[in-house]
Nanobody, 126 residues
Framework: VQLQASGGGLVQPGGSLRLSCTTS????????IGWFRQAPGKEREGVSC????????YYADSVKGRFTISRDTAKNTVNLQMNSLKPEDTAVYYC????????????????????WGKGTLVTVSS
């Protein structure tokens, strides 16, 4: 099972990007979908997640107020709108699916996510 993440690119600080996650193999609305990122030399971290059914959202403190996760059920897509981007947002961004968003000690956990995409690179630089 494979998810496809897209929408990454090079953007200046303060700019915006919208990442999309989709698959042709199952209906994303039946799953919780999380976005994670990994910067060079750093551990993968949870960015945002949207639960299945009630669409409750989670955001890491570092992106609250700047990023918005949403579903487009007609397109079988989950989007991550990223505004006011900062150089520290530079990373490879991955989407993942599971039955729930697992938050441990306030942090979105990636270990239990079952299905992953290959990632899309976001570079924030002037």
């Amino acid at each position: 099972v494979q998810l496809q993440a897209s929408g990454g690119g090079l953007v200046q600080p303060g700019g915006s990007l919208r990442l999309s996650c989709t698959t042709s193999e199952f209906t994303l609305a039946y799953y919780a979908i999380g976005w994670f990122r990994q910067a060079p030399g750093k551990e993968r971290e949870g960015v945002s997640c949207i639960s299945r059914g009630d669409d409750i959202t989670y955001y890491a403190d570092s992106v609250k107020g700047r990023f918005t996760i949403s579903r487009d059920t007609a397109k079988n897509t989950v989007n991550l709108q990223m505004n006011s981007l900062k150089p520290e947002d530079t990373a490879v961004y991955y989407c993942a699916a599971d039955f729930s968003c697992t938050v441990i000690a306030g942090l979105l956990d990636y270990h239990g996510m079952d299905y992953w995409g290959k990632g899309t690179l976001v570079t924030v630089s002037s």
